[in-house]
């Protein structure tokens, strides 16, 4: 439910432009996010929480260099980007949230609203994370690939929760 919600608020963000979304705008959705849970079936109870882990996101990815990055205008920009084929033999059916042509890069970029455990150090968080994702991005990265062949096409991870970007290899 929240992942849902951020990757909604982000898609808007990315369309409408960073110019459009000062920080102060943020202050105008804990309405709308409070409709939108109630919408998803969310305990009340559970609002305070849910809305506080959606705004930081929100605003993490606006102040911080690498959100700013994937946010930004770029070429062949686009968000919940629905691409379909085969990989190995299989078909598959996926969901890119944010892609876009940077330099002479195809970047496929996933969002992940996870955090550290208490007791876990950043390092292995995000060793934890990229590896649990690897054949996600690797899946992304071959679909790509044939979608796009005019371009070198590179994966990556950002969790805005802890503003944090990770690109991922994924071999060809």
């Known amino acids: 439910m929240i992942g849902t919600l951020v990757h909604l608020w982000l898609q808007v963000i990315a369309e409408e432009g960073l110019d459009d979304w000062p920080l102060a705008r943020l202050e105008t959705l804990p309405a709308i996010l409070d409709s939108q849970l ?11 929480h849910c809305r506080s882990v959606i705004l930081t996101c929100l605003e993490n990815s606006l102040v911080c260099p690498e959100g700013q990055w994937l946010l ?9 980007f629905e691409l379909n084929g085969l990989v190995a033999g299989r078909l598959v059916r996926s969901s890119i949230d944010r892609t876009f042509v940077d330099a002479q890069s195809r970047w496929v970029v996933d969002y992940k609203t996870s955090r ?3 007791e876990e150090d950043m390092a292995a968080f995000l060793e934890r994370e990229v590896s649990r994702y690897a054949g996600q991005m690797q899946t992304y990265a071959t679909l790509m690939r044939s979608y796009d062949a005019k371009h070198s096409v590179r994966v990556g991870l950002y969790f805005p929760q802890v503003r944090t970007w990770r690109e991922v290899t994924a071999g060809d």
């Open 72 to 80: 930004a205008p770029h070429q062949q920009a686009a968000c919940e």
């Open 38 to 48: 109630y919408r998803q079936g969310l305990a009340r109870s559970r609002h305070n």
């Open 116 to 118: 550290p455990a208490p």
